[in-house]
């Protein structure tokens, strides 16, 4: 069974930093495309930032300038650099990983808090 497996998730301090990581395990395939999504209590899921396979990156404007995915050596994973964190980016991130099929594939999530 393929999962996604993030981490690096804690507590920092407003403008501090957290690194992300999500790893792929048992994986035959590439996912065509990877991103980071998260969810505040009582807010819809939104995605933070996406990369595909030829390097094209997304972010949300209320994150560009202060976060960077970027995808690792290894197959299917990728890594959330999150720098000048703020109070309002305290959520729970998950990792997500999509085929050509569109078949879609999640973590298990991991919570970001940032203190003020």
């Known amino acids: 069974q393929v999962q996604l497996v993030e981490s690096g998730g804690g507590l920092a301090q407003a403008g501090g930093s957290l690194r992300l990581s999500c790893a792929a395990s048992r994986t035959i395939f590439s996912f065509n495309l990877m991103g980071w999504y998260r969810q505040a209590p009582g807010k819809q899921r939104e995605l933070v930032a996406d990369i595909s396979s030829d390097g094209s990156t997304n972010y949300i404007d209320s994150v560009k300038g202060r976060f960077t995915i970027t995808r690792g050596n290894a197959k299917n994973t990728v890594y959330l650099q999150m720098n000048s964190l703020k109070p309002e980016d305290t959520a729970r991130y998950y990792c997500?990983?999509?085929?050509?099929?569109?078949?879609?594939?999640w973590g298990q999530g991991t919570q970001v808090t940032v203190s003020s």
């Open positions: 997500d990983g999509k085929t050509s099929l569109g078949a879609n594939y």
